[in-house]
């Protein structure tokens, strides 16, 4: 015993736990509701009840918490995050381990690293010793692994890959800058280039498949119109393929890694963009790099983050 | 003694030595032509011979060599180097070491990369473990220092910063891609821009500066105009601003590097560009990264890349 972690995905709607052996087996799952919506106040009593409901048996090696938004993980400080109210420097780890009311270690990360070291650690990455991994979900999150260890910056903010200028005179970003590789490349992204093209009166069969219930779906709603041969719908995941090849070479040329990992509830429709994307990453990186990189697609879906954080513990505390 | 290395700078036109102390200082310099237009052998050939002079009073610990190019360190070959004639995978360390005729121990790494190592040793960012630099010259170079630590790749040829896109419709650059940083922050950038002005007959003072002797001192013509107030001048260096501004706020928001060091011979010009790139930087940034984010020249000058060489040398060999 003692060689189990537990592993937390915080989401804007759900919790999500799971207890995973030392060798990346998951032994259980468990969710409560996150409410996000009503501060972190409510994020971190949920986390603490299902952290003591989960840890009652005894021999955890502690906890490990993959959370969107940036983390100084050294100090266990969530910096922002903008999926959970009153967010500003709150020093997560401290009021989490107060709550729990037990000695029990807590390490915390952003999500998309987590999900890049669950990937490198028994995911698509597991033989590569670097890696980017891209997570294409509301927005687009990042990961990077050098040398099989994560890069997180001189204070735990690397990887916003969703935050680089792909055109610097193009859409806005939520982070205030314009063109970045999150405004073309994630599900907000899609759901501006369809609002965009439903209020220009393009031709497209999305218009018909859109109901006011299914407008968090509209990704997936695209996806199945550009298979069925929509045009509008297959020029959108053009674009997505386009502004994510851009990316891809500049990440290549510039770090040189063995692979390129794309991950996110947008790599489902995978067959959609990354024809687009290779093409074009190999138009723009330089000849070797790019020929030396490896692109696809993560193979841990939903569980990377929370292997990853699993992760976390175990080398934290020197089990692995 | 024992303790001096002697650092290599491989240009295109002279090959510029200089014996290292452990601390850093520079004891003596050499310099010959490299013959870098007659092909690698030539270069090979005249690196020898240098390097036999140098070491005949014994107790050196080692040569390091940096060199424009791809290269693989860990084997010692020069993949791509686009102003020497002749060059594809070439085994440059062990044709130096047949050539020598001596055992000494020699290490190569790109130019750029060396740049990065010397001013993170004993200039501009001696006090930062992340940095990154960028070397404007001819082209655009780049070096990435995370945690103490050169990172130079998977296959030795991460850094290539220069070829980042900064405009996906841009002007085309030598690697073929288009809008990569080198085809607007670089003294080729500069002197594409001049040539477009004029001839679209732009008013500026530039022409009557240009003479047929002075082509290739293009960037201080630029410079000079815009001292002077020439209108066209200063967009010339504003263009190079905004370009550099957009490529660092991408690195910052990808690495949450330290520092940024900008050298190179184009960084004489620092006050015609810095406002720009700093106001583009800022505005493109992460808030708290790009807050974070020391943005400075570099200190060393045309010494960083023989500096880091020497550095190399003095790291392999156990010595610092």
């Known amino acids: 015993m003692g060689k189990i972690a537990i592993g937390f995905d915080i989401g804007g709607t759900n919790l999500r736990a799971a207890l995973i052996r030392e060798e990346g087996h998951i032994l259980e799952r468990r969710s409560v509701l996150s409410e996000a919506d009503k501060g972190i106040e409510f994020v971190v009593k949920n986390l603490a009840r299902l952290i003591q409901q989960t840890i009652k048996g005894g021999g955890i090696a502690g906890v490990g918490i993959g959370i969107p938004g940036i983390i100084d993980s050294s100090k266990g400080i969530l910096t922002q995050a903008p999926n959970i109210c009153n967010v500003n420097n709150y020093p997560l780890r401290d009021m989490l381990i107060e709550k729990i009311g037990q000695s029990v270690p807590v390490f915390i990360e952003n999500d998309a690293n987590c999900a890049a070291i669950g990937e490198w650690w028994i995911g698509a990455g597991k033989d590569a010793k670097s890696l980017i991994i891209l997570t294409l979900g509301t927005g687009v999150g990042g990961g990077i692994i050098l040398d099989g260890v994560l890069w997180n910056g001189a204070d735990g903010m690397a990887g ?14 939520n982070c205030g800058n314009f063109g970045c590789l999150e405004s073309y490349a994630s599900a907000v992204a899609i759901r501006r280039m369809v609002d965009h093209g439903l209020e220009r009166n393009v031709e ?3 218009r018909e498949k859109i109901t006011n219930r299914s407008k968090e779906r509209i990704p997936e ?14 020029w959108v995941w053009e674009e997505v393929g386009k502004a994510l090849g851009i990316a ?6 510039l770090l040189n890694v063995e ?11 995978w067959e959609l963009f990354i024809d687009r994307a290779k093409k074009e990453a190999k138009k723009r990186g330089l000849r070797a790099p790019i020929k030396r990189a490896k692109i696809v697609k993560g193979v841990l879906g939903d569980d ?17």
């Open 248 to 253: 891809i070479a500049d990440l290549v040329n």
């Open 221 to 234: 709603i695209v996806a199945e119109a550009a298979i069925e041969g929509d045009k509008f719908a297959l």
């Open 259 to 269: 692979m390129v990992i794309i991950g996110g509830g947008l790599a489902n429709a």
């Open 304 to 320: 990377a983050g929370i292997l990853g954080a699993g992760y976390l513990v175990f080398k934290e505390k020197g089990i692995i």
């Open 160 to 173: 916003e890959i969703g935050h680089i200028t792909i055109y610097p005179d193009g859409a806005k970003c």
């Open 204 to 206: 497209t069969i999305i």
